[in-house]
């Protein structure tokens, strides 16, 4: 799902791992997980072609990528991705025709290396750009890469700071857990602010609208902020633990007790906030 060179190592190894990816835990919170998009999507202009040609960059289970078609049923769509995880399930559930004759795949690829093979229309990245520290420096090719009129856009985490993340690096980097897990914890101070993403797109030469959210999230179950982790922020943690199911265990337990007391549960079940920012990029017709 996302892009990183680094590979897990031996047992003693301190570089971060590229994370295995499952699906299944990654679409027990779809809804919170899709609703930033949606409204992403809702601010997406006209595009200037049609059929239009649009690229999903970190596509992850498809999901999010079947959406376009609902208002660009005409368009041909890719998906591009790193995990093969993943891209097996969004090649399974969702690759194909779509109503309105246009067509939906999804494709094998890097995006921090990612550089449009043809004209598009869109580019859009939902929730991936997090994952790739080089990711502004990309912003020219991508916004050279679209037609007169096309756009660029995005949405990305911006909680990196929030205790869900804080108690995640503190814990990697503790005596028990630093041989094994140091720098696992705390990838993201490539991230910018909003301001930063609007300085550069205006500097492309963009017509740009760039704002963040904060949405307080009320999720149900047992433990649901591990839970919800488990699908992304955790990946590259359980990933270096591999199969060592007691060292897991012990891990799983150390932070599970951290976030419970960081968000307790309520009568109505436990508020998660999440900040997100957004980005969307036209450039010059």
């Avoid at 239009?52 to 991705?81: H, K, M, Q, Y």
């Avoid at 097996?88 to 995006?111: K, N, V, W």
């Avoid at 909680?159 to 897990?181: E, G, K, M, V």
């Amino acid at each position: 799902m996302y892009s990183d060179t680094a590979h897990a190592g031996t047992p003693t190894s301190t570089a971060p791992s590229a994370p295995t990816w499952d699906p299944q835990q990654y679409l027990r919170h779809a809804g919170h997980r899709t609703r930033p998009f949606l409204d992403l999507l809702a601010r997406i202009p006209e595009l200037p072609t049609s059929p239009a040609r649009i690229a999903d960059l970190g596509c992850g289970p498809g999901n999010v990528t079947e959406l376009l078609t609902t208002r660009w049923s005409e368009a041909v769509i890719t998906g591009f991705d790193l995990s093969p995880e993943m891209l097996q399930r969004a090649t399974e559930q969702y690759a194909g025709p779509t109503a309105g004759g246009g067509s939906l795949d999804f494709r094998h690829g890097d995006i921090a290396g990612w550089l449009p093979e043809e004209p598009y229309d869109l580019i859009v990245s939902n929730a991936a750009l997090q994952w790739v520290p080089s990711h502004p420096g990309s912003f020219g090719a991508w916004i050279n890469g679209l037609r007169p009129g096309g756009t660029f856009a995005f949405q990305i985490p911006g909680n990196f700071t929030a205790p869900s993340h804080a108690l995640l690096a503190q814990l990697c980097d503790a005596p028990r857990w630093r041989s094994r897990l140091a720098g696992h914890g705390a990838r993201y101070i490539h991230l910018l602010e909003p301001a930063e993403y609007l300085a550069r797109f205006t500097e492309l030469g963009c017509t740009a609208d760039v704002w963040e959210t904060t949405y307080h999230q009320l999720l149900h179950g047992p433990d649901p902020v591990l839970d919800w982790v488990k699908g992304t922020a955790l990946r590259p943690v359980l990933t270096a633990l591999g199969d060592d199911r007691e060292a897991v265990d012990a891990f799983l337990t150390e932070y599970r007790d951290l976030l419970r007391a960081a968000y307790p549960s309520g009568p109505r079940g436990t508020v998660f906030p999440f900040r997100r920012i957004f980005a969307v990029a036209r450039k010059e017709a």
